[in-house]
């Protein structure tokens, strides 16, 4: 049950573009559409802003947006607020485990 | 307005067993795969169980299996972790989770919705 690879860590200022990569192999992101992202600020639960590696969710800021390329699903956070730092994982379904997979997690710093 | 409450979370000694409930409202709790996703303090998500909306298919992480036992009350609508034989690894707050849709056979690993958490210490 090996974790789906993420950067410790991102930065950027206010109004600027980041993203976040989330690597993985053929068994789970490069092969399913099950691609999820999370945001979770400090003691609260992980929120869902993006499924099916393209989709908000109704309410989500579409500052938030996802895609793919090949194993790596990429979260990217257009006109950065200072409300956004949070933790953010990414999880995909995966053909080895019934559970799925968990990104190893990235925290976004606004600088 | 959907809702899920965690409880049952506490101190245990090594050893020692726990049960976590999880109450739910705002939707038909018996169409939904339902999931308990746990953090250990600082450190990242990690999937623990999950279970399938007829309680027929339950799945757990490795180091689960054998000390924990995922369940459903669909007419209680409430989920549950039976937690055995817990050690300090084991120290992490437990969510609840249900899945984005309702009417999937299988898990595809995307829960919508999120209790707020129940803390569960393993410590002597």
């Known amino acids: 049950q090996s974790a789906l690879t993420q950067p410790a860590s991102v930065s950027g200022s206010p109004g600027q573009s980041i993203s976040i990569s989330c690597t993985g192999t053929s068994g789970d992101v490069g092969d399913y559409n099950y691609v999820s992202w999370y945001q979770q600020h400090p003691g609260k639960a992980p929120k869902l802003i993006i499924y099916?590696?393209?989709t908000r969710p109704s309410g989500v800021s579409n500052r938030f947006s996802g895609s793919r390329s090949g194993n790596t699903a990429s979260l990217t956070i257009s006109g950065l607020q200072t409300e956004d730092e949070a933790d953010y994982y990414c999880s995909s379904y995966s053909a080895s485990t019934p559970l799925g997979v968990f990104g190893t997690g990235t925290t976004v710093s606004v600088l | 307005e959907v809702q899920l409450l965690e409880s049952g979370g506490g101190l245990v000694q090594p050893g020692g067993s726990l049960r976590l409930s999880c109450t739910v409202s705002g939707f038909t709790f018996s169409n939904y795969w339902m999931t308990w996703v746990r953090q250990a303090p600082g450190k990242g998500l990690e999937w623990v169980a999950n279970?399938?909306?007829?309680?027929?298919?339950?799945n757990y992480v490795d180091s689960g299996k054998g000390r924990f036992t995922i369940s459903r009350d669909n007419a209680k609508n409430s989920l549950y972790l039976q937690m055995n034989n817990l050690g300090v690894e084991d120290t992490a707050v437990y969510y609840c989770a249900r899945d984005l849709d309702a009417f999937y056979d299988f898990w595809r690993a995307k829960p919508g919705d999120w209790g707020r958490g129940t803390l569960v210490t393993v410590s002597s």
């Open positions: 099916d590696v393209t």
């Open positions: 279970i399938k909306p007829d309680g027929r298919e339950t």
